[in-house]
């Protein structure tokens, strides 16, 4: 039997008040500048062009945002997901013309600005996209990974950050530590201080290298190693950080006795690849005991 996942009630709703939002926005701008001229006695034709100008630079981003909103509302119906052992496709075109089976599907790409993830074959082409407003996103993400990977193989043991994204971490914190320090008065630089506390305390937090042993997991953080008997584990799972509307997506370890998962992510390979050989490992030190 299909399993279907579509789009929550308050979705539509949401939608529609985040772009109503953003439109009222732009509405506000365009009356701001428009009083503004009112105060002035003599115009000219470059006085005007730069006049309009300004205010449609000024509305860009709302109008822009807005109707980033209305489409995704618009096409909410055509990305209504279905699945079953066969493969995965869109509700809309049926599964008679719309089916990708599982062992087309190579790996996953997330496009966190349009707010969806796309499934890829082995030349990179797209063969479906998903939105990350599905109800039970979480759920769907951990199907796809366990269909497409339940054949991975892999005798990497280790799986880390690049240094790329590190390094563009420590450019990012020292761009902006020399530019609170050399601009803006003191209400910025509580802001900026604050925000900079916030990004060094996820970093200091965040996992930077997972190594797979034969009965358990060592997490390395920046200045510390966290080893994981595999007895401890209570589940692992893709996990959501943030709203709805703001979200990426990650894979939570539960460990008994600690109420937050550990957040793995960006650690080299693809996140529904690394949720499949992790369970492996779990699974295969399991059977081992089983037999003893």
């Known amino acids: 039997m299909p399993q279907r996942f579509g ?10 008040l985040v772009s109503s939002f953003f439109l009222l926005l732009s509405v506000s701008v365009i009356v701001f500048f428009l009083y503004l001229l009112f105060g002035w006695d003599t115009f000219t034709a470059s006085f005007i062009i730069y006049y309009i100008f300004t205010i449609a630079l000024g509305i860009s981003p709302y109008v822009v945002t807005s109707l980033f909103f ?25 599964k008679a013309d719309g089916l990708v089976t599982w ?13 969806q993830f796309s499934l890829l074959d082995d030349n990179g082409n797209v063969l479906l996209k998903i939105d990350y407003l599905l109800e039970d996103i979480n759920q769907l993400r951990d ?28 450019i990012g914190f020292i761009t902006a530590f020399f530019v609170l320090v050399l601009l803006g008065d003191w209400i ?8 900079i506390a916030i990004v060094v305390f996820e970093y200091l937090t965040s996992v930077t290298k997972i190594t797979v042993a034969d009965d358990h997991f060592v997490l390395s953080f920046p200045f510390r190693k966290t080893v994981i008997p595999f007895s401890d584990i209570k589940t692992i799972a893709t996990t959501t950080r943030r709203s709805q509307e703001s979200k990426y997506f990650q894979i939570g370890l539960f460990v ?34 089983a037999i003893r």
């Not at 789009?7 to 529609?16: H, I, P, V």
């Not at 006795?257 to 992790?278: E, F, N, S, W």
């Open 7 to 16: 789009f929550a009630k308050t979705t539509k709703r949401n939608l529609l």
């Open 70 to 94: 209305l489409n995704r509302l618009r096409l909410l119906p055509y990305h209504v997901i279905m699945i079953d052992n066969e493969g995965i496709w869109y509700e809309h075109l049926g």
């Open 103 to 115: 062992s087309r599907i190579r790996c996953s790409k997330d496009n966190v600005l349009l707010r």
């Open 143 to 170: 199907i796809i990974a366990e269909k497409t990977y339940a054949n991975v193989k892999t005798s990497q043991r280790l799986f880390a950050k690049t240094i790329k994204y590190q390094l563009l971490l420590y």
């Open 188 to 195: 910025i630089k509580i802001i900026g201080w604050f925000g």
């Open 256 to 289: 008994n006795g600690r109420k937050k998962p550990y957040r793995l992510t960006r650690l080299g390979i693809d996140d529904m690849a690394l949720l499949v050989i992790l369970k492996k490992a779990i699974q295969k030190h399991a059977a081992k005991i």
